[in-house]
Nanobody, 123 residues
Framework: VQLQASGGGLVQAGGSLRLSCAAP????????MGWFRQAPGKEREFVAA????????DFANSVKGRFTISRDNAKNTVYLQMNSLKPEDTAVYYC?????????????????WGQGTQVTVSS
């Protein structure tokens, strides 16, 4: 499956952004989806994940209460709403998909990756 992430940009601390990840095709609901991020000089880290139906979600502790993840299976799209952004949220954000529709937080277990979108939060 091809994943197309978008919505990144430059925002001031305290601001909001919504990332989107589109996965063209008729089988989007078979995939669990996740968002990850990678800052310069750091390893890629888990941000948020959602199962096939949207009924289960999980978040990294660093973003709990500020970020939400959702999906619209009719539009083959998963979203990451990011509020109260901080400079430490600056990174390239990647969406990923895993077969079976399950919720996973482990980077290496995802099957497909998008190209990434840059998020920069200024102080």
């Amino acid at each position: 499956v091809q994943l197309q992430a978008s919505g990144g940009g430059l925002v001031q601390a305290g601001g909001s952004l919504r990332l989107s990840c589109a996965a063209p095709g008729r089988t989007f609901s078979r995939y669990g989806m996740g968002w990850f991020r990678q800052a310069p000089g750091k390893e890629r880290e888990f941000v948020a994940a959602i199962n096939w139906s949207g009924g289960s979600t999980d978040f990294a502790n660093s973003v709990k209460g500020r970020f939400t993840i959702s999906r619209d299976n009719a539009k083959n799209t998963v979203y990451l709403q990011m509020n109260s952004l901080k400079p430490e949220d600056t990174a390239v954000y990647y969406c990923a998909a895993v077969e079976g529709g399950i919720l996973l937080v482990t980077t290496t277990l995802y099957d497909y990756w998008g190209q990434g979108t840059q998020v920069t939060v200024s102080s």
